[in-house]
């Protein structure tokens, strides 16, 4: 993945757990991409992120709390099921991650772990996880709380973020109505859209195209 990156693409979507772990990810990609003869500003990372908040951290706990009060374990782990094509029916939920003895989808649990390997961590932990955030991690906090976890992805060389819901619109809603005021003011968010297409919006004005030296470039009639 890291290397196609390197080499072809110009916006790259992330799953991680941890600022930590997006730097390593995207440092290492960046380095690839100047040794391939690209500029490694052209490269855009997008992280998923699934923000809970509220107007004071007690009310965004609150919100996180009844979510997780409506997870079920047999549910989460039916949903990892469809995902990842193994059945977990014979997976005891206090049982750590480490115990399952298979080859299959181990990047999952490694992807979910990765950054806090000190922790034992069980299949409930990552029902739980799963039913809130999916395969994206959870920010929870009070609107500036977010802002400065965001600010924190950013500094890791996060570019933007690909926000998921808890509840739709609610989720976005509140981001909307807290979060975003805050990030406008510390210049970290656009208060208007540039004009033209979306490479235009996400590289400024005169960039519609790719350009040379990305190799879509010769296929452009």
């Known amino acids: 993945g890291q290397q196609?990156?390197?080499?072809?693409?110009?916006?790259?979507?992330l799953t991680v757990p941890t600022p930590d772990v997006a730097t390593q990810y995207t440092s290492v990609t960046?380095?690839?991409?100047?040794?391939?003869?690209?500029?490694?500003?052209?490269?855009?990372?997008?992280?998923?992120?699934?923000?809970?908040?509220?107007?004071?951290?007690?009310?965004?706990q609150k919100k996180y709390d009844e979510y997780l009060e409506q997870v079920t374990y047999d549910g989460a782990m039916?949903?990892?099921?469809?995902?990842?094509?193994?059945?977990?029916?014979?997976?005891e939920p206090d049982q750590p991650l480490s115990s399952l003895e298979t080859n299959d989808v181990t990047s999952f649990w490694r992807?979910?772990?990765?950054?806090n390997e000190e922790q034992s961590y069980t299949f409930r932990d990552l029902a739980s996880y799963i039913g809130i955030g999916g395969a994206q991690p959870v920010v929870m906090g009070a609107p500036e709380q977010i802002a400065d976890e965001l600010q924190?992805?950013?500094?890791?060389?996060v570019d933007g973020f690909n926000l998921a819901y808890a509840v739709t619109p609610g989720s976005f809603a509140d981001f909307i109505d807290g979060v975003v005021p805050i990030?406008?003011?510390?210049?970290?968010m656009q208060t208007d859209y540039q004009e033209g297409t979306l490479r235009e919006k996400l590289y400024?004005?005169?960039?519609?195209?790719?350009?040379?030296?990305?190799?879509?470039?010769?296929?452009?009639?």
Not at 111 to 115: A, L, N, P, T
Not at 152 to 157: D, E, F, H, R, S
Not at 209 to 221: D, F, I
């Open 152 to 157: 924190k992805w950013t500094q890791a060389g």
């Open 78 to 91: 039916a949903l990892l099921g469809g995902w990842t094509g193994y059945d977990f029916g014979n997976v």
């Open 4 to 13: 196609f990156a390197a080499k072809h693409a110009e916006c790259v979507f």
């Open 204 to 221: 400024g004005a005169g960039r519609a195209r790719l350009n040379v030296p990305h190799p879509a470039t010769q296929y452009r009639r």
């Open 30 to 60: 960046r380095k690839q991409v100047q040794q391939n003869g690209r500029n490694p500003d052209e490269l855009l990372f997008f992280t998923a992120l699934k923000v809970i908040t509220g107007g004071t951290e007690a009310e965004a």
């Open 183 to 188: 990030l406008q003011q510390r210049g970290l």
């Open 111 to 115: 992807s979910f772990m990765r950054g």
